[in-house]
C-alpha cells in the first residue's frame, strides 16, 4: 500500500513539467449558468431523496439557527459574487472533485483515496447528515477538507419561501459551527435547483453558490459496485477534460457509494496525467495526506504514518537501514503523533473516529500493547500532538470543536481533564517541550499564517503570529541549541519552510525555505544541536 503511495509521489514531482508542458495550449473555460431570475433545474441526486438522508429530518434535533445578521458566514465569508459559479479556481488547468449529500459510509472511504493522491476535496454536507454524522463532519475538519452546505434536509429550493431558503442554509450553518466551528463559505442547491430568492439569500449570507460543470451521475449506481457503473462514473468524469477548470460532481450520501469510491483514483490518475492541478472549491490545493510521525529510541527512528485503509503502519531505520511498514491497526483520522516514551518504547496518539484519542505502546522487542482510549470527552478536531518533558510530563494538544486548543497533561500515570489554551485556529496545533519544562505550540491561523504561544518561566505567553502562508499541519521540534525550537511547515507553495526560535530568550528568525515538493507536513527530530531526521510525504527524505 506504501509503494502505491510512493509512486504517487513520484507523480507528483513530474506536475510542475506536465503544467508547463501545457501552458501554450490554449483552452477556454465552460461559462457557469446563467444566474437568471427564472428556475434551473439539473440533475443533482436522487430526485425523490431516497437514500440520500441519513434519518428522518423530522427525528433530528436542530441547532440554534443563527440569524441572518449575526450568521457565522457573514462574520467570516468574505463577501460571495451574486450567482452561481462552476469553473475551479487556479490557474493553468485545475479540477475540483466535489461530494454532495455527506456525511456518509462512504466518507471516509473516499477521503482515504484523497489522502493517497494528496489532492484536497470539497464536500458539500447536509445538516440532517452532519448532525447523525457528527463524529465524521469532525473527522473532515481534521484532515482540513473544505466543508460546504447543501442545506439542512435536501429540499427543492424553488418550493420554499426567501425566508425558508434561509432557513435551511442557517440552520446548516449552525450544525457545522456547533460541531467544528467552521463556518461554510459555499453553497450547492440540492438538485442543482434555485431560483432569484435562493441567489439572493445565498448572497446575504456570503455564501457562494457553487454548481457543477461535470456531472457524474454516480447516484443512479444506487449502492451497487457493479464494474458498469465503475466504467461510467470514470467515463463521465473523464469527459470534463475537454474542459480547463472542470468541477466533477460525485456524491457521499447515506446510501452508501461504493462505485464512486472504486472509480475516484482513476480519476484522479487521469487527470494528474494530464497536469491538472487539483483544487477545492476555496482555490486552494489543501492540506494534503496526514503527516508521518517520528521517534527515536536505542533501536533507531520510528516513523509512524496513517495508511491508507486508514490504519496506523509503522517502520523503523536503525543503522541506515529500514525495516519493512507494519501494521498497527486501528482507524483513524487525520495524523498520529508519536513519543519516545522510554529509551526503548514509542506511544503513539491518534485521533480515533469517535473523536476521542486512542494510544498504544510499542517497544523496541515488538510488543505491543492493546489500544485504549483516554477517558476524555472526544472533543478533536483534529489531529493529536504530543511531547514529552524533562521531568517526565506528558503534554498532548488538539484543537477542540470550538476551534481552540485544548491541552491534556500526564504525571504520574495520570491524564489531566481538558483545560483550553485558547486561540482560534484551522489546522494544528503542534507542540513541544523546551528546557527543563518549557512548551511551545503552533497552529495555523484562518489566513493561513502561522500562531505561536509558548509557556516559559511558568506562565503562558499569549499568541503571536509568525506569518508565513501554510498548507499543511504544521510540526515542531526541540532542541537547537539549549531550549531552542525548529518549527518546520510545508509552504503554500508546497515547498519546505523552517524557522528557529528560542521561545524564553529571543525572537524566532524568518522563514527560510528547505525545498522539496510535499503533499503533507513533516516529522521532525532533533538530537543535540542538529536537525537528524525531516520526513514528510511526496517527493523527500532526508537525513542530514
Ligand atoms: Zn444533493
Redesign the pocket.
Known amino acids: 500500500m506504501f509503494r502505491s503511495r510512493l509512486r504517487a509521489a513520484a507523480l507528483v514531482l513530474s506536475l510542475p513539467l506536465a503544467a508547463f508542458a501545457i501552458a501554450g495550449t490554449p483552452a477556454s473555460a465552460i461559462p457557469p449558468p446563467s444566474p437568471g431570475d427564472g428556475a434551473q433545474s439539473t440533475e443533482?441526486?436522487p430526485l425523490d431523496n431516497n437514500g440520500?438522508l441519513a434519518a428522518d429530518p423530522s427525528q433530528v434535533p436542530k441547532p440554534n439557527r443563527v440569524s441572518t445578521a449575526a450568521a457565522a458566514s457573514l462574520a467570516n465569508c468574505p463577501p460571495a459574487p451574486y450567482g452561481t459559479q462552476s469553473v475551479a479556481p487556479g490557474s493553468g488547468k485545475t479540477v475540483a472533485l466535489t461530494f454532495?449529500?455527506g456525511p456518509g459510509p462512504s466518507t471516509l472511504p473516499i477521503i482515504n483515496v484523497l489522502q493517497k493522491y494528496g489532492v484536497p476535496g470539497t464536500f458539500?454536507n447536509?445538516g440532517v447528515n452532519q448532525a447523525v454524522f457528527s463524529t465524521t463532519v469532525r473527522g473532515e475538519a481534521g484532515f482540513g477538507l473544505v466543508l460546504g452546505n447543501?442545506t439542512w434536509d435536501?429540499p427543492n429550493m424553488t418550493t420554499l419561501s426567501l425566508a425558508d431558503q434561509g432557513v435551511q442554509m442557517d440552520e446548516t450553518t449552525a450544525e457545522q459551527m456547533s460541531l467544528v466551528n467552521e463556518p461554510t463559505c459555499i453553497f450547492?442547491p440540492?438538485?442543482g435547483s434555485y431560483n432569484a430568492d435562493t441567489l439572493t439569500a445565498a448572497y446575504q449570507r456570503h455564501l457562494a453558490v457553487w454548481m457543477w460543470s461535470v456531472d457524474t451521475e454516480d447516484w443512479k449506481a444506487n449502492g451497487s459496485s457493479d464494474p458498469y457503473w465503475v466504467n461510467r462514473i470514470i467515463t463521465r468524469a473523464e469527459a470534463g477534460s475537454s474542459q480547463q477548470h472542470p468541477v466533477i460532481l460525485m456524491?457521499n450520501?447515506a446510501n452508501p457509494n461504493p462505485a464512486t469510491v472504486a472509480a475516484l483514483p482513476t480519476i484522479i490518475e487521469y487527470y494528474r496525467n494530464l497536469g491538472y492541478t487539483f483544487v477545492d472549491l476555496h482555490g486552494g490545493t489543501g492540506y494534503g495526506a496526514a503527516h508521518p510521525a517520528a521517534a527515536k529510541t536505542a533501536s533507531g527512528v520510528h516513523l509512524f504514518a496513517r495508511g491508507t485503509d486508514g490504519a496506523v503502519w509503522e517502520r523503523t531505520r536503525n543503522n541506515g537501514v529500514w525495516t519493512l511498514w507494519s501494521s498497527l491497526g486501528g482507524t483513524i483520522y487525520a495524523s498520529p503523533t508519536a513519543v519516545a516514551t522510554g529509551p526503548t518504547e514509542t506511544t503513539v496518539f491518534v485521533q480515533g473516529l469517535d473523536n476521542r484519542i486512542w494510544t498504544r505502546t510499542v517497544s523496541d522487542s515488538g510488543a505491543l500493547t492493546a489500544w485504549g482510549s483516554l477517558d476524555l470527552p472526544p472533543i478533536l478536531t483534529s489531529s493529536p500532538s504530543a511531547t514529552l518533558g524533562a521531568d517526565g510530563t506528558l503534554s498532548l494538544v488538539v484543537r477542540g470543536t470550538d476551534g481552540a486548543v485544548w491541552l491534556t497533561q500526564r504525571t504520574g500515570g495520570q491524564w489531566s481533564g481538558w483545560q483550553s489554551l485558547g486561540g482560534s485556529i484551522t489546522i494544528g496545533p503542534a507542540i513541544t517541550a523546551t528546557g527543563t519544562n518549557g512548551l511551545t505550540l503552533t497552529a495555523l491561523a484562518a489566513d493561513t499564517s502561522l500562531l505561536e504561544r509558548h509557556f516559559a518561566d511558568g506562565a503562558w505567553s499569549s499568541w503571536q503570529s509568525l506569518g508565513g502562508g501554510i498548507s499543511a499541519e504544521p510540526a515542531l521540534t526541540a532542541t537547537v541549541g539549549d531550549t531552542g525550537v525548529v518549527s518546520l511547515v510545508r509552504g503554500n507553495d508546497n515547498g519546505g519552510w523552517f524557522k528557529v526560535a528560542n521561545p524564553s530568550t529571543g525572537p524566532w528568525t524568518g522563514w527560510q525555505p528547505v525545498g522539496g515538493l510535499l503533499i503533507s507536513g513533516f516529522a521532525a527530530l532533533t538530537e543535540g544541536t542538529k536537525l537528524t531526521n525531516v520526513s514528510g510525504w511526496g517527493s523527500w527524505y532526508r537525513v542530514g
Do not use: L, N, S, T
Open positions: 443533482e441526486g440520500v454532495d449529500d458539500f447536509i447543501h435536501h450547492r440540492p438538485y456524491h450520501q
